[in-house]
């Protein structure tokens, strides 16, 4: 249950990019313009932390109690891995972020440019035009290092190849129980969109679209929200112990399927593709939406639980739990909370718990999780 073809790692992906020409802009979580960069050359590459990294060198200038993904971001700058990158954005998501913002610009000072990016807490016309302001002003300092200058027909191209792959993003995520994919080769394809370029994305998103459908999967069916499925073997042992994760709401993957955007304007609908993405605590979203929405697909995909799989530190995710595991309890939906450190390898205790979770999913009559 592999893609036919292998998908390319984030470094080959890097290296081809560059031996074609192109700049690389190392993105931090968790929303951002990537057609904006495109336009400009560079390739987005996000970096998730990355997992299993030394963490020492950034924890000489982070709190202890900063979450992993910063934590290992620095340490990984640090110890060189972002060597080859040209340029780093740093998205304002959550307090850890612009601090780390703050200290690349302030104390570190890599070699590469650092340009933070702020993201309005809210969706009124007066959030979406500050956003397509920090897009123009992003544009601004692209084009002093690159001496490029997109215009507005190159903006909407790069508009409309970043819409396209994100509808068939969106498609793997609508079909993915009758895919013919397990849940870690499905993890592994829609994380490409992470680094793969947008039309070499949307190409194998497309061949797998395009195959024969398989039988449903089977498992006790699971929504997995949180942040980042990391280690990515968590996906086989829930399949392993009988969960299928049927829905997705993780801030890597389900909160980034953007709708196409409706402006003329390129900066603006830049900004309103974010906007109108689904809920999310980075972006200030109410509990009360982000509990309908969540509801909203569990009736959907037939989910019977959901599993938050956070990153410990998490602030944002943290808020809002209390009052969505509530109010996920009254729709009839159990929830269990599971926080993980990203340099931790996958645990006896995580194992345990997710498989206690199952057992307490799968007694419950179907009737309960449809009330
Ligand atoms: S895991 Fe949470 S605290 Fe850490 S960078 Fe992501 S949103 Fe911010």
Redesign the pocket.
């Known amino acids: 249950m592999e893609p036919a073809s292998p998908i390319p790692s984030r470094t080959q992906t890097l290296r081809a990019w560059k031996e074609q020409g192109g700049g690389i802009a190392a993105v931090l979580?968790?929303h951002y313009p990537r057609a904006l960069l495109r336009a400009f050359g560079l390739l987005p590459v996000e970096v998730w932390g990355p997992p299993r990294v030394d963490p020492a060198p950034g924890a000489a200038h982070l709190q202890p109690y900063v979450?992993s993904?910063?934590g290992n971001a620095l340490s990984f700058l640090l110890s060189g891995g972002l060597d080859g990158t040209d340029v780093i954005i740093v998205p304002h998501?959550?307090d850890?972020?612009q601090g780390l913002g703050s200290l690349l610009l302030d104390f570190v000072r890599p070699r590469q440019p650092v340009f933070p990016l702020y993201l309005p807490r809210g969706r009124r016309e007066s959030d979406l035009q500050f956003l397509a302001d920090e897009c123009r002003a992003l544009y601004e300092k692209l084009a002093a290092i690159t001496g490029r200058a997109p215009s507005e027909v190159e903006l909407m191209k790069s508009i409309r190849r970043e819409e396209e792959a994100d509808g068939l993003l969106a498609e793997l995520h609508r079909r993915r129980r009758v895919l013919p994919l397990s849940d870690l080769a499905f993890y592994r394809l829609v994380r490409a969109r992470e680094y793969l370029p947008a039309e070499e994305f949307a190409a194998r998103a497309r061949a797998v679209l395009d195959g024969p459908p398989a039988d449903p999967r089977p498992g006790v069916p699971l929504l997995l929200s949180g942040?980042v499925p990391e280690p990515m073997a968590l996906l086989d042992a829930v399949a392993e112990m009988g969960g299928a994760v049927v829905a997705d709401d993780l801030?890597c993957s389900g909160r980034r399927l953007y709708p196409p955007g409706t402006s003329t304007d390129p900066f603006r609908r830049m900004a309103e593709r974010i906007l109108n993405g689904p809920p999310d605590p980075?972006r200030g979203s109410p509990i009360a939406e982000r509990l309908r929405h969540l509801v909203g697909m569990a009736r959907e995909s037939g989910a019977r639980g959901v599993v938050f799989y956070d990153?410990k530190?998490?602030?944002?995710?943290l808020f809002d739990l209390p009052l969505l595991r509530r109010g996920l309890q009254e729709a009839g939906l159990p929830s269990v909370h599971i926080e993980v450190d990203l340099n931790d390898p996958l645990s006896g205790q995580t194992l345990t718990r997710i498989e206690a979770f199952l057992e307490m999913v799968a007694g419950q009559p179907a009737e309960e999780a449809r009330r």
């Open positions: 979580p968790i979450c993904i910063v998501a959550c850890s972020l942040i801030a980075t990153v530190f998490c602030e944002p995710e």
